[in-house]
């Protein structure tokens, strides 16, 4: 299984990035992917989530109705808007995928979901830098 992260880079406070997941190695519709970030000297954190058989998702209380997940299955793909970035959104943004078994559509909105903890595979990070 590999995940691949793409997109990230610079922009200035209040701009856009899209960042995008590619899956390969796994059937797609059997996972929920997430997005997860850590900072630098900072606690990883779970961003958002979707489950790609039915679309569900999970977004955190900090990016709410900024950044909104969505997926392609026939890409095997997943990308996260990014709107009004602030600086402290600056962080190493890291995709992951958990099986979802009998394709449960909470498994976003699990506790080991959402920190990471239950993921079964990661891709290895990309850099967001938002400058004030």
């Known amino acids: 299984v590999q995940l691949v992260e793409s997109g990230g880079g610079l922009v200035q406070a209040g701009g856009s990035l899209r960042l995008s997941c590619t899956a390969s190695?796994?059937?797609?519709?059997?996972?929920?992917i997430g997005w997860f970030r850590q900072a630098p000297g900072k606690e990883r954190e779970g961003v958002s989530c979707i489950s790609t058989f039915d679309g569900s998702t999970y977004s955190s209380d900090s990016v709410k109705g900024r950044f909104t997940i969505s997926s392609d299955n026939a890409k095997n793909m997943v990308y996260l808007q990014m709107n009004s970035l602030k600086p402290e959104d600056t962080a190493v943004y890291y995709c992951?995928?958990?099986?979802?078994?009998?394709?449960?559509?909470?498994?976003?909105?699990?506790?080991?979901?959402?920190?990471?903890?239950?993921?079964?595979?990661w891709g290895k990070g990309i850099l967001v830098t938002v400058s004030s």
């Open positions: 992951a995928a958990v099986l979802t078994p009998f394709r449960y559509s909470r498994t976003c909105h699990r506790a080991d979901t959402i920190d990471g903890s239950g993921m079964d595979y």
């Open positions: 190695g796994l059937t797609f519709d059997d996972y929920a």
